[in-house]
């Protein structure tokens, strides 16, 4: 504490008040112990600091001190003020505390909201302790369409309380998915936020497709004509009807893939769409066919069933 | 009444400062007497204006800001405490979790 106030302060002996003044402020700026409400080693450098000022900062001190009348502590006046710094009596949470530092945070996190305290006043409040809690969830079901489901949209859902909301399908929802609408519950306490809405979905079924992750499954009917000589035939799928060309010699049970023709994803890409051949023969007998049945010698020859075995 | 000059004298505070601060929501006594915490502040007050030539929009910011940071010790301490007060495989099972955050 006995240093040389020159040395403390950081300045040449020749030094103007005005150069002594603003090296002051500078390290009290930056040592201030209510500044510094964690460092104890910054609250000792200031009250060298201070005691330093108080000498160098009066000139007539100064000019006692420059002849020696005095020396570095001879006028130390200890800056600690008698109620103590603030930084003692702040953070015991009285009128001035805030939590505007990581109130955001307490809304999120009810888990955090119970570490961090609610006692935390904001400046200018009505006082007393807050309470804030979060509303409850609100969990609700809607059937929707299986092609709503493939592509998206929007349903209205009836709450208990009759209220309505407005429930966006996402593309590509699947059965048993829960949607969570924020702020959608019940209402909040003491200012809280609200409770989610918890949409349970549930997708139909669809007459014709059938559903693999982001796939879709159709089996189409072609003729028997088509499946011999081949041929373009316009096939239906959830993104729109598709010209799908059939090659020659095709078989029942052929499996064509759609690409980008399935269920959308998140990323706004599509799967696939895989259709199945079904051979559909006339819906009744014709002579022609059956004539050229009769005498078609390659057709009695095949035998699709070798290599079968009970 | 008297005593309480006396006090702000030897604090290095003026009554009328002080009044002019409670106006500006600097100081916010919840009773007629300045409470110890309320002088403790005014003390600040008279530092950063002072000692540090803070001017007055500063001084606003930088109490706004010692504030947040008391609060957020506070909140801090709280945890640290709540900590402190774990059973010995809670406390492991934080730290782990902790460790992995820092490696992540």
Known sequence: MNEDPYDVLGVKRDASQDDIRKAYRKLARKLHPDLNPGDKAAEEKFKAVSAANDILGDAEKRARFDRGEIDAAGNERPPQPPPGWYRDH?????????????????????????????????????????????????????????????NGATKRVTLPDGSTVDVTIPPGTREGQVLRLRGKGSPGIGGGPAGDLMVEVSVGEHRH????????????????????LGGKIEVPTPAGPVMVTVPKGSNSGTVLRLKGRGVKKRDGSRGDAFVTLRLVLPDKPDADLEAFAERWTAGKAQNPREGMEG | MAEMNDRLRRLRLQATMLEAWVSAGWIAPETPEYSETDLARACLIRDLREAMGVNDEGVEVALDLLDQIHGLRRALRRVGDVMHGLPEPARQEVLVILRELDEA
């Open chain 1, 90 to 150: 702040a953070e015991a949470g009285g009128p001035y505390a805030s939590d505007a530092g990581y109130a955001d945070m307490m809304d999120e996190d009810e888990l955090l909201g119970a570490l961090f305290g609610r006692g935390a006043r904001r400046r200018g409040g009505a006082g007393g302790a807050q309470f804030r809690m979060q509303g409850g969830d609100i969990h609700a079901r809607l059937a929707i369409d299986f092609l709503d489901a493939v």
């Open chain 1, 209 to 228: 497709y059938k559903r693999r992750d982001d796939d879709i499954l159709l089996d189409l009917p072609v003729s028997l004509t088509e499946a011999v």
